[in-house]
């Protein structure tokens, strides 16, 4: 493969995350290119292909793995897909950037890092919570010491739900909205503490709207306690109305910070007559609305795969890797066995035999 | 007594609280006055009465008691000494107005309400938040159906530490954050979503800031299921620098609304000079400050006076009541046992023999 | 009349204005009651003495007059009328309190004041901004030193056009948006500096929105020069969507100042059902709004007639008197000669002969 | 020269707008690079060249120019330098880019435009409020139809006076904060309402805080009537504490919106201990601030200097051209004029013999 020169891609999927790929990369254009698109459903890479200019399209993605010149692929497929398709590429010799959340179970995250680790390529963990600008900016101050020690970090993420419908199928998705969204705080707290042990999970979690829709839950709130005297509490919802809402806060013994990525941005605006597009999962554009403006940059999706690609380079070292979604999953399974039993779960926490983190919800282990 | 005219008022206390209420029935005047203050510490009650021009004062509050038109007496001194002074005002048969919480515990809430009801006097319970203005917008709007169904309220309240030193130690506060603004959080979240059965309590937490002033948590975390399928999340702290936090967040599936009393009211303000008053705890009034207009109003409290001797004339039914004290003392054992166990705890909870509910959290009973 | 015992008030109409003024003495009842009210329209004062039970109802505000114990009577009738009325409710030697803009022309000024003056009663103004207690705490900041020397205030008030037809017809209020509502500013930004000589006028115009309802202007802009070498800015609008806004900025050498009455007090609500009331002049409760809470007081007209009725009894002097309205009515005519002229006009300004202010727009006087 | 490969660009100074540039071709590195800058003060163009890797560094640069490599140069330095280094340029065959405002003089203005013509290079306008991202949105929202016809524009920009010595200094400046800040008002309003006709202005300003240091005016109101019936409101200060403050608001008959770039972005952030960086000119970093998060990104500096190198390779047009920097310049004479005569002045207007704007607030043209 080549050593300099500009990345070459191949994304996997089609869809709302392989959209996002394809314009990050088009953002900050200087160190990758996207070259290959691969999804199973006739029309869908090549719509994609057709919009971003990508010169090839196909339909399986072991058909893409064979061009020799791609170097890094980008996996956008529903969860239960993610391990089998980290490994075919990484078999293939190419570098993997792989969606949160990383897997199913922790056997599927071991084998998956094992994998990458044997073959020589990059398992990157596509948390870009970690590459947002504004939250970046929360951690450089708790770095300078603006808030002395931090004791609380704080995350949430809501909207009034997925866009996909694989997400209502807990079969495909291994859960809910903790699954899909609770994976992004988990990632968030541990990596802005600085990574330390988790000590213990507890999770509140239930389907308060949308009971006809899935079995998955609809609302979390979740504690961790960290070794280092710190804790994390994170809320996600699918049954927010009004649009989405990212929010962090941070409380020291010195200090406090806040951040809003929605409403704490926006031109608050109302418009009579609609206009082209408010934010992700907006209602709608009439009345008041809170319309971003550079949506992507702002959740630091270009800078995310900016890295990676540089990181592939060997320019840079990878900030969000395997390990970290490992450390993730093994929450998200605390985390469901703790709603199923009421109890925090203390870390490690390892049963064998789960196919999907929600069982232990409903069926915890003794 | 007298069956019309203003309500004749004896004040418990001459400190922070105690202030809040004399100030309050000078707000709104038409229904009540102050006509005495009783204080032990030599002075302190004779500065109050000078300030609100009361006209007669007393160290002992027993005195107080014996003045026969005195109809209604207000307590704001430490924890412990509620119950006691609430049988004794009641037996000198005067209507009892006790801040919160209501007492240490189960078995005083108990005695509290028997006397009372034997007597034939009033125990309001002074809860303001059923009053502050801002939150009463949104339960109208709740029960205007603006919402539907609510699955989610949060109540937080935080500062970075009590004005009084007895709060520091426990036992004469009988615990710390939870203890002291928790049980503002508790009573709110039921009291909003219409007083549901109470199902369970999760509590997280620690003394993260104050260890080397206080054995009481600085810091709590609370999640309450109602049997109605809502949760509440309360929040609490004496480590949030930066000056006071006073939010609630309700959620339904049709919708969304948010509130904070202080930043959400505040004029933002920077001075180079500093000014008078920005609001209650504020660190300085210096560089950018959140003043706040008319803060007893904000909050409710004269509105909530107001109520109170309204239902002495028997002009209305009291809306917080020792029932309702005695509900969030409930709930103060859950969380304290909760969070020494890091289980859920069901209600009814009713352990024999604790002489303060923070004792739950170190050694709970089994 | 009575030296003590609560004010007894007359109201003239019966519309929007009527109905805050009766619902104001309602909200702090202990120094006024509303004992009759008048409307020439057959009805509408029923209807409003019925929401307020108050217990005398008149077609004919002359017969009201005749009533002995009524000793304060309030106008909320169109600009054009208040002239006549007041001196006919001084004539009956009852204390006036005239809603905003005093009148239509200088000479009616010096007649009301004149005639009040001969009578004995009190000519009190009803400028509400001088009560808000938001806007208060602003003034207090700077009088306690905050800012330094102030040298621009700004105030800016926009709807998207009144609730009346009458205010349409500028034969019957005089002008448009900047005589309705920029008399507010003018009052605010004089009253806030402490009253201090008005040295000059600009004011830029235009009829952008409302042209096939009005030939009064729909959009103002403001400036006024003080003698005290600060400036005032004043913005008013019958063209904006999205409800109403009502704010203020405060700059000093020493720091600044911002507080906005609506999303600054506001919860911020989604709904996607609906719900009773959120302020004056929202379109809809649906989608994001800004419910108020507390309207009327958070305005300060309670406030504003509680101090009206202290007057009467002595117990407080007036702090917004006849001389108030007509310093805004002469800054009003300025400011209408100003937009014709396209320059900056001279106080004081006096032109003989004017019927309404809008006149000196199209047909400057030279 | 080139005409692939990235633009080779030099810089004229060294202080904070070179900084900016410097830092702005490295955030945005795919389509130019710095390879050289000029400052006549020792030292200073090499420290800039050290912080951003700069290969060549100058004295003089009319050396700079000798470069056949370099293919554009942007001027940082001092108004009254603008005109003879933009000729300079032109005259060694490189394209321009200028800082604002363009010039001193409407023919200093022709000069330069007419020289860029005649060499054939183009002349660049830096007004980095046409890419700011979140004004571009507005303005999208705008061209969308979400507002329907816009009759009012504001926007304004403050903070407690800049950051060099040669601001307060009008034979260096060519005037205060409206020439300083005013031009950015003035150009963004004329952009944002698409370039329609000026008709006239209305300028009010004065020395209110910092007559101590300067003849300049420190505090400035525009108005600016529009041809297509819109008007532009202005306002500019060196007088306002607390930090800085960049603002617009747009009012249409169907809708607002409305944007603010400092507080609007930031993270609320209380510190005792203070941090690395807060935003440019804040007054400290403990207490409460307002850090900004990639601030160059966000005023639009990275993205207007990759526009500009995109210009110089043909793939994009100039949205800011020396054409523009002349309607601003004739705005900022008509404002001065306008100040000194208390009249809205029409254009155009070209009073001949002008040497600096601020001359005609003093002694305004007859």
Not at 157 to 178: L, N, T, Y
Request: glycine letters at 10%; proline letters at 5%.
């Amino acid at each position: 493969m080549a050593t300099q020169g500009r990345v070459k891609v191949g994304i996997i999927g089609s869809q709302f995350e392989a959209d996002i790929h394809a314009a990050s990369f088009q953002i900050m254009p200087d160190e990758a290119e996207v070259v290959a698109v691969a999804s199973p459903t006739p029309g869908h890479a090549k719509a994609l292909a057709e919009r971003y200019k990508i010169p090839r399209v196909f339909t399986d993605y072991r058909q893409m793995l064979e061009e020799n010149d791609i170097e890094m692929v980008t996996i956008t497929a529903p969860n239960a897909l993610h391990c089998q398709m980290t490994v075919d590429i990484a078999n293939a010799g190419k570098h993997v950037v792989c969606e949160k959340p990383l897997c199913m179970t922790l056997e599927e995250a071991d084998l998956m890092i094992e994998t990458c680790r044997r073959k020589g390529v990059l398992l990157m963990y596509a948390e870009e919570l970690y590459f947002t600008p504004k939250y970046v900016k929360a951690k450089e101050m708790v770095d300078q010491g603006a808030f002395g020690r931090v004791y609380l970090v704080k995350q949430s993420e809501k909207h009034f739900g997925p866009h996909a419908e694989w997400f209502w199928d807990v079969s495909k998705s291994g859960g809910g909205v903790f699954m899909d969204m609770g994976c992004h705080g988990i990632a968030f707290c541990w990596w802005f503490l600085g990574r330390p042990e988790i000590k213990n999970v507890y999770c509140q979690m239930g389907t308060y709207v949308h009971g006809d829709r899935t079995k998955g839950e609809d609302n979390s709130v979740c504690i961790i306690e960290f070794a280092n005297d710190a804790i994390g509490l994170i809320e996600d919802s699918w049954a927010r109305r009004g649009g989405m809402e990212d929010r962090i806060e941070v409380y020291g013994e010195g200090g406090v910070t806040h951040a809003d990525l929605h409403m704490g941005n926006a031109l608050p605006t109302y418009s009579e007559y609609g206009y082209g597009y408010a934010v992700e999962k907006a209602p709608t554009t009439k009345g008041w609305t809170w319309p971003v403006f550079e949506e992507l940059w702002n959740y630091g999706f270009p800078q995310e795969m900016h890295h990676f690609a540089r990181c592939v380079r060997g320019k840079e070292e990878p900030q969000a890797t395997g390990e970290d979604g490992r450390v993730v999953q093994q929450v998200l399974y605390a985390g469901y066995q703790s709603a199923g039993t009421g109890r925090k779960i203390a870390l490690p926490f390892k049963p064998q035999g789960v196919k999907a983190p929600i069982e232990l919800w409903q069926n915890p282990r003794t």
